[in-house]
């Protein structure tokens, strides 16, 4: 046997030298080596191959590039950011259900990998994929709108690759928002729920409902885990979050509960702080309009999924203390120490004014979160009427209803008009359209119940003509507002800006759309009814002095057109359920209305294509 150079020889009866016979087969090493050099050459071959059907390599750590189409690719290091997708995003935040401070959330995404102060990688990632599906290559121009060469079946009208890109943004953003919780990042718990509102949005304007559903639960399980409805209560009960507080999230939907343990928490450890006493006034204020946010997405997003009020707003109106959200940038200043409030959904409901604090209820997003719990309320109140009711249960129901119908009257004299369509300016225009379509969801039973079929009604102290009246008014604010948002031309009393707005990507507006133009599209098969002549009774009382039914009829078609010019609009950026939305509408137009070509207005039929 050869001496080992390698090991003494006291130590080679313990250890087999794998050099200690040249005759033995070859080492381990040198087979390794042996094989890397195979591999080395067969890379140098695929990379100058010219072969089109050979998969060529390429260096995963290059810097961002473009492709052949001028995307961008989801970077192999996450922390490269585009600056294109960020503007994209920005362009539209607010009505993407952004809540945070937009100057220090740009400043904070360039800081360096490692700052506390740059936000959680699962927010970034959900930015860029936002930002992505907004991006001008997503955009349909208007010639290319009705080609049957960009606008599939499905409605999918987006390359195989900008298709594939998009799902390495989406996968990416999934796994990174998952780890946010379980993070140590300062900001987790409101970056947490500001990323899963985000990835939820994005989830519906895609169409996939039931995961956007599921995100949106873990936004507002969250919220409420955190006691973000407890933030300035004048109860007092504004305990801090610790670990030992909140070692699970529960996601709840309407159907279960399911608990899933998303915090890195160690029950052997003293509890630490989740969630420490805010740091400055914009740091605060983000909780709060944090928390607003979630219920006015979650009143939306239950009406529209659902067609049912928002269970979570039902189970916590009266422990909501929180006070209405200021306009972000108001928090710059310091916070006035009477902020403070206690059943603050609750007292909205009663008809009660907010407080005379500056910003107190009166900002766009405090306006906004009231406009959608008058529609989640105006859902519960339209659920509890039956036919045909006894007469304890009506006499509850019918003071329920014009409590209800008074306040929301009364809310929208008070909401301003919008100065002008440009983005900050968007959410005013969704807030008036959201009230008008929780009167036409208050009334929209009664509207269609004639006194004869239900003798409950006999009592009630509205009639059905006129529940049907309010009902289409508020069909025809929305037409009108709708198209005053996109700057056409339509006898609404407001005058036409030159400016063409940004379509809103905010995937509720589709829903909006579909319930408006199914109003409109029955009182104009009403107003045939009556024009033909055939005896039936309209809840709707046409006034003969003023409108034949011919042109009543045409003032309707006209107000129809707007929703559909809207609902077109909508589909500008690139959203499955936009497209899929006005398709029905669509089809209820053709199915209800005869000689459908001839009875829109050619403007309309130009705007609507062929799909």
């Known amino acids: 046997m050869l001496n080992c ?4 020889p006291s130590e080679l009866e313990d250890q087999l030298c794998e050099y200690s016979d040249p005759k033995l087969r070859r080492t381990e090493e040198q087979v390794l080596k042996e094989t890397i050099k195979t591999l080395e050459a067969r890379i140098r071959e695929l990379e100058i191959s010219s072969d089109a059907s050979v998969v060529k390599l390429h260096s995963p750590y290059q810097v961002q590039k473009s492709n052949s189409e001028g995307f961008l690719n989801p970077p192999e290091d996450e922390n490269i950011l585009s600056p294109q997708l960020l503007e994209a995003f920005f362009r539209h935040a607010t009505d993407l259900n952004f809540f945070l401070h937009t100057p220090r959330f740009r400043r904070a995404v360039l800081l360096p990998v490692d700052s506390p102060g740059r936000p959680c990688q699962g927010l970034i990632s959900v930015v860029l994929l936002l930002g992505f599906s907004l991006s001008e290559r997503y955009i349909l121009k208007p010639e290319e709108s009705h080609s049957h060469n960009n606008i599939l079946n499905d409605g999918v009208f987006a390359s195989a690759s900008v298709s594939s890109q998009e799902a390495l943004y989406l996968s990416r953003a999934q796994i990174d928002v998952a780890g946010i919780l379980s993070s140590s990042h300062p900001d987790r718990i409101v970056h947490g729920i500001q990323a899963e509102l985000l990835l939820s949005t994005y989830l519906f304007r895609s169409g996939r409902i039931l995961e956007g559903k599921y995100h949106l639960s873990a936004a507002t399980s969250i919220a409420f885990g955190a006691k973000l409805h407890k933030i300035r209560s004048l109860n007092g009960d504004r305990d801090i979050l610790t670990s030992a507080a909140l070692p699970w999230v529960v996601c709840l939907t309407s159907s279960t509960s399911k608990f899933e343990n998303r915090l890195n928490v160690d029950s052997a450890k003293d509890p630490e702080p989740l969630f420490p006493h805010s740091v400055d006034p914009i740091s605060e204020g983000e909780r709060i309009n944090a928390f607003w946010t979630v219920i006015t997405m979650s009143n939306c997003w239950a009406l529209a999924a659902d067609s049912s009020p928002n269970p979570i707003l039902e189970r916590y109106m009266e422990d909501i203390d929180t006070p209405w959200p200021m306009d972000i940038e108001d928090y710059e200043k310091n916070l006035s120490p009477d902020y403070l409030d206690s059943a603050t959904v609750l007292k909205l409901l009663r008809g009660h004014q907010p407080g005379s604090t500056a910003g107190k209820g009166y900002s766009k997003l405090a306006l906004y979160a009231q406009a959608s719990i008058f529609l989640s309320r105006a859902a519960s109140v339209a659920l509890a009427y039956h036919p045909n009711m006894q007469s304890l249960p009506a006499t509850e129901f019918a003071t329920s209803f014009i409590e209800l119908d008074s306040v929301i009257d009364h809310f929208k004299t008070t909401l301003k008009l919008p100065i002008s369509n440009d983005s900050n300016e968007s959410i005013l225009f969704t807030t008036h359209m959201i009230a008008h379509l929780a009167t036409i969801l208050l009334h929209s039973k009664i509207a269609t119940m004639a006194p004869t079929l239900d003798s409950s009604l006999n009592s009630f102290p509205l009639k059905a003509s006129e529940s049907g009246q309010k009902r289409l008014n508020a069909a025809v604010a929305i037409a009108e507002f709708s198209r005053k948002r996109w700057s056409l031309k339509c006898n609404s009393g407001f005058e036409t800006s030159t400016k063409i707005a940004d379509p809103n990507p905010n995937p509720f ?11 409109l599209i029955e009182e104009v098969n ?3 009814v009556l024009s033909n002549g055939t005896g039936f009774t309209l809840n709707v009382e046409l006034d003969s002095d003023e409108n034949s039914p011919s042109e009543r009829e045409a003032e309707l078609m006209d107000k129809l057109e707007c ?13 499955p359920l936009a497209d899929y939305l006005f398709n029905k509408l669509q089809k209820i137009h053709r199915s209800r209305l005869h000689n459908v070509d001839d009875a829109l207005p050619n403007q309309a039929n130009n705007q609507m294509g062929k799909t």
């Open 563 to 575: 929703v559909f010019e809207s609902a077109q609009m909508s589909r500008v950026y690139h959203s």
């Open 526 to 528: 009403l107003v045939r």
């Open 509 to 519: 507006l589709g829903s909006l759309w579909l319930a408006v133009g199914q109003v």
């Open 5 to 8: 150079i390698r090991l003494p």
